[in-house]
Each structure stands twice: as C-alpha cells, then as structure tokens.
C-alpha cells in the first residue's frame, strides 16, 4: 500500500500508527497550513535518490475532514492516487473526522488505506490505557483508570504523559498502586487547573498568569485548560439564558445535571456577565483551539492572549 490516510483525535495513537508504517525509516515531514497539496504530491512524485522507498507524512491534512480544497489541488490530489508513485509512500493525517465522500468516489479504493479512529468513548479509552500499560509489563486496576481519565479530562494524550510519568517513577515493572496515581497525578493538578479557571473567570489578570505558569512547569497541556474554560463559560451562557425563562435553580440544576452546590457558583459568576461577553469568550476559545490543533497558532501565545482580553 502506497498511500494511508489516518484520521484520529490522539496524536499518540496517530504517531504510533505512523510508526507502524515508516517502521525504522526516515520520513519527510510537512505541514498543510504552511505548504500546498501541489507541492506536496509533487515532492511523492520525485524517486528517491538512493532507489529506497521514500516515505512523505503530511500532518493537518484537513481536506480529509471536508475543508475545501481548491480545483486544482483536487484534481491533482485524485490523478496521484488513481497512480501514486510505487517507489513513494505517503501518508495524510488528521485530527478531524473523515468527511471527504466526494473525493472518493472519484479515486481508485485499491491504492489508498484509511485508518480512522472515530471518536473514542470511555470504553475505548479504557482499553487504550490497558492495552498501553500492559505493553509495557505493568498492570493497572479499573478504580485507577477511572482516577485517571477523570483527572485527565478524558484526553488520551494527557493520560499516557501521566502514565509514563508513574512508570518513571516506579523504575521497574509492576502493578500500579492507587494511591501512588492520587499523589503523583490528579489532585494538585486538577486543584491547580479549576483554580486557574476560577481566576480567569473572577478576571484576575496577575493571577491567572500565575497559575498557568504554574500549570505550563507541571506540563499542564494549553489545550486542556481551554476546554475546562469554554465549558464554565457554556454553563454560564446556559444559566444566563435560563434566567430570561424564569427558570427555578431547581430545574436549572436538573436541566444541567448540576449540583445545588455548582449551580450556586455558576449563577454567581453568571451575574457578572453579559450574554454577548460570555458569547464572545466562546467564540475566541473555539477558534484558539482550532487553530492550536491545525497548528497555525502557538499554544501558549494563544492562551495568554486570550487572557489579556478576557481579564480586563
């Protein structure tokens, strides 16, 4: 098979189907927010040097997810793969679901692999974490796996990185013990995370920028704490909305599935807000977390100007 296709929402697990494919190969790397679909069949067009396989992965390949390609491109990227290089393996990556019927129909099914992982629910992700404990000789019990994906915010990439850290921790193969994931992992971190957010959202400037230094040393992923704030922006939005239709904190609670206890923070917060504050700070998270994943904008620049608006 000369052309892959991988759509995934882990870099991890993304990285590792690369891997399986380019095996001890050096691969050339690009990226389509800074290079054209033109230059980059052009580039799998050109025969190796040396006469070896040469092996081409294309990160943000998000044509795959339904962006527009242009005609050209298309018409370029359907004639490679109806007769793709045979001395070239290339291999399109995305972070986005697969959403690219129109393309298919008109190439030929037999030259190209897909890889898709759809979104994982919990169950896959249990697996994954079993699966990548056990390749290592190390056991992990349901209870500890739970704390993990529950302090990790079901991030797979978040998990392994806390993994590999335990495992560093114990040296050598064995069962991981509960209590040792509570003290190495999830309290200080999540502790440090939804103190962040709070402060965001009570627009402490100085603090905030504290915090997420704080955060950064503890290798606290940007992208993470993005979503934990548009999710206490959504909830505000929603309390917001519910006010106008004099809703009952009863029923507010048991249309959010909210405890008496956060709901109680959240209307509070939501007071200090108006609709269109709290519609914008969604907006600008959306679009910071699109454009971090696509990789046009630095994560950590990103996020810290996101505060220095949202905090004034």
């Given at each position: 098979m000369n052309i892959y296709i991988i759509s995934c929402e882990s870099y991890h697990l993304m990285d590792k189907e690369i891997a399986k494919i380019v095996k001890d190969n050096h691969y050339l790397l690009f990226n389509m927010n800074n290079i054209s679909l033109s230059d980059i069949i052009e580039e799998a067009n050109y025969f190796s040097l040396t006469g070896e396989t040469k092996y081409i992965v294309v990160k943000n390949a998000d044509f795959l997810g339904g962006e527009k390609l242009e005609d050209n491109d298309q018409k370029k990227l359907i004639t490679y793969i109806n007769n793709p290089n045979i001395n070239t393996v290339i291999i399109f990556t995305t972070l986005k679901p697969l959403a690219w019927k129109k393309i298919e129909k008109e190439i030929?099914?037999?030259?190209?692999?897909?890889?898709?992982?759809?979104?994982?629910?919990?169950?896959?992700?249990?697996?994954?974490?079993?699966?990548?404990?056990?390749?290592?000789?190390?056991?992990?019990?349901?209870?500890?796996?739970?704390?993990?994906?529950?302090?990790?915010?079901?991030?797979?990439?978040?998990?392994?990185?806390?993994?590999d850290k335990i495992m560093l921790f114990y040296l050598k193969p064995q069962k991981i013990n509960f209590k040792d994931i509570n003290n190495l992992v999830g309290i200080e971190i999540?502790?440090?995370?939804?103190?962040?957010?709070?402060?965001?959202?009570?627009?402490?400037?100085?603090?905030?920028?504290?915090?997420?230094?704080?955060?950064?040393?503890?290798?606290?992923?940007?992208?993470?704490?993005?979503?934990?704030?548009?999710?206490?922006?959504?909830?505000?939005?929603?309390?917001?909305?519910?006010?106008?239709?004099?809703?009952?904190?009863?029923?507010?609670?048991?249309?959010?599935?909210?405890r008496d206890w956060q709901l109680n923070k959240i209307y509070n917060n939501a007071i200090t807000y108006s609709k269109t504050e709290l519609e914008k700070n969604l907006v600008d998270l959306c679009n910071i977390d699109l454009n971090i994943k696509k990789g046009i904008w630095d994560k950590d620049i990103a996020l810290y100007g996101f505060l220095l608006e949202a905090c004034i």
């Open positions: 030929n099914a037999n030259n190209y692999q897909i890889i898709n992982y759809n979104k994982l629910d919990k169950k896959s992700i249990i697996n994954e974490i079993t699966k990548y404990v056990k390749e290592r000789n190390y056991e992990i019990d349901y209870q500890s796996i739970n704390y993990l994906i529950d302090n990790s915010y079901s991030s797979l990439d978040i998990i392994f990185n806390e993994l999540n502790n440090n995370s939804f103190r962040f957010v709070n402060l965001v959202i009570e627009k402490n400037l100085s603090e905030s920028l504290k915090s997420l230094n704080d955060l950064k040393i503890n290798k606290v992923e940007p992208i993470s704490l993005v979503a934990l704030l548009a999710r206490e922006y959504r909830l505000m939005y929603y309390v917001k909305k519910m006010q106008e239709k004099n809703l009952t904190k009863y029923e507010m609670c048991q249309e959010l599935q909210l």
